[in-house]
């Protein structure tokens, strides 16, 4: 089993940063995926981005070239950085793993490969 756990949310103003942050603990595997989701009220679960062990990065359009997924191995974290926020940014982000798994798609699209998927942070920007 694998747990991950989501930190770094809050509020910010529009054009804003703010980093967030996945822990992974538990089993260690030489080969996994972490992906970062977000869902919004009302609207559909979203992919943002995603990282292997790797460090194959995707990113879903509308975030490409305002955020940045980059990972500490030794210390089993993911990072999410996000500038030049908007107010559509506004979600609950939720981190999400998935390990040994050669048929899964590390992606942004395939929320379903993911079986690990932490509580989610919610980050709030105001115009």
């Known amino acids: 089993q694998v747990q991950v756990e989501e930190s770094g949310g809050g509020s910010v103003q529009a054009g804003g940063s703010q980093r967030l942050s996945c822990k992974a603990s538990?089993?260690?595997?030489?080969?996994?995926?972490v992906g970062w989701f977000r869902q919004a009220p009302g609207r559909e679960r979203e992919g943002v981005a995603s990282?292997?062990?790797?460090?194959?990065?995707n990113y879903a359009n509308s975030v490409k070239g305002r955020f940045s997924i980059s990972q500490d191995k030794a210390k089993r974290m993911v990072y999410l950085q996000m500038n030049s926020l908007e107010p559509d940014d506004t979600a609950t982000y939720y981190c999400?793993?998935?390990?040994?798994?050669?048929?899964?798609?590390?992606?942004?699209?395939?929320?379903?490969?993911?079986?690990?998927w932490g509580r989610g942070t919610q980050v709030t920007v105001s115009s």
């Open positions: 999400a793993a998935f390990g040994a798994c050669p048929w899964c798609r590390c992606s942004v699209v395939a929320s379903d490969d993911y079986n690990y």
């Open positions: 990282i292997d062990s790797d460090d194959t990065i």
């Open positions: 538990g089993v260690l595997y030489s080969s996994y995926c």
